[in-house]
């Protein structure tokens, strides 16, 4: 799973159901090219393994399957979208980037809404700057339960001055609890720009927390 992606228009590569992450990787075959050359997708490569920062066509290199690496454990943001783990060395797989995935922000057909005289463009970049203490709460959460993800809704008020003296959260089924009280935690520190008219401004924030893949 707080990636890829940030905020609304952010979305998964159109070709994240080839790339790793998706299909088994270290599938060695008699066919493909050889080590080092250019690669989409890991069965493109003789190793069976596909690896690289960057998503698109042709981005990745074929490496070997069986090369000694750091029995270390790093993060990345896999090209489906999800968090995957690796040794830090090797990620034997595409990525986005390394690191977890950040949470997806006023997507998927569900805009931030703001009700009030506060421009919702500077509200996004207030929310931007946050992402990383929301891809914390997902952490958090999956210290006791692995498979963590869900969606919730982020319900502000602003006063006068800025600062958010109320957050809740309405959230899915799938959503553990102390996901959704982490992040209302988190958004009462939040410092956003006065309002124009002095008054208090309501603001829904929807989050989407993606499921950590097993890889």
């Known amino acids: 799973m707080l990636a890829a ?11 994240a159901s080839d790339l790793d992450g998706v299909e088994p990787r270290n599938a060695q075959s ?14 493109d490569c003789r190793s069976g ?6 998503c698109g066509p042709g981005g990745g290199r074929c490496v070997s399957a069986g090369r000694g690496c750091p029995r270390d454990h790093a993060a990345y943001c896999g090209c489906d979208g999800r968090v995957f783990y690796a040794s830090g060395g090797c990620p034997n ?15 998927r057909g569900s805009p931030i809404t703001v009700h ?70 988190q958004a009462r520190r939040w410092q956003f720009p006065r309002p124009s008219d002095g008054g208090n401004v309501q603001i ?5 927390f993606d499921e950590v893949s097993g890889g």
């Open 49 to 54: 393994v596909c690896e690289g920062r960057g």
């Open 30 to 43: 008699s066919r493909g090219v050889p080590n080092g050359a250019a690669c989409t997708r890991a069965r």
């Open 5 to 15: 992606v940030a905020l609304a228009g952010c979305t998964t590569d159109a070709l």
């Open 116 to 185: 009030g005289a506060l421009d919702r463009i500077a509200v996004q970049r207030v929310v931007r700057s946050r992402l990383g203490a929301l891809a914390f709460c997902a952490e958090q959460a999956r210290q006791s339960q692995p498979d963590a993800h869900g969606r919730v809704v982020l319900q502000l008020v602003v006063d006068g001055t800025g600062a958010v003296i109320s957050a809740t959260i309405s959230s899915g089924p799938t959503t553990p609890p102390a996901l959704g009280m982490c992040v209302a935690g």
């Open 204 to 208: 829904e924030i929807p989050v989407t």
């Open 93 to 107: 797989a595409r990525y986005r980037y390394a690191g977890l995935c950040n949470p997806i922000i006023g997507g």
